[in-house]
């Protein structure tokens, strides 16, 4: 199996970036329209998604319109702070 690469994303706004490590926290649920717009933009990249109906399935209790970090937004942030990428599991 190929590992995931960490997509490069040299592009991002310093909004789009405190929204990544906010992310990295706990789940977003900031009904600012600015934010919004960010948390969407980085699902359109794959860096973000809506928590929704599979997190329920799984157990979650929180609103199903928060926005989580996807494994790649976790590569990205984890690539940023000089670590190496996580390998995904086979």
Avoid: Y
Avoid at 1 to 12: A, F, K, Y
Avoid at 22 to 51: I, T, Y
Avoid at 71 to 84: Q, V, Y
């Amino acid at each position: 199996m190929s590992e995931r690469q960490t997509p490069s994303q040299p592009d991002l706004t310093e909004t789009e970036r405190k929204v990544l490590l906010e992310a990295l926290r706990a789940p977003v649920f900031d009904n600012d329209p600015a934010v919004m717009g960010a948390c969407l933009r980085l699902c359109g990249r794959r860096l973000l998604q809506r928590a929704g109906g599979a997190s329920a399935a799984n157990g979650w209790r929180g609103s199903l319109h928060a926005f989580v970090l996807t494994r790649d937004g976790w590569n990205l942030l984890k690539a940023e702070r000089g670590g190496m990428p996580i390998r995904r599991a086979g």
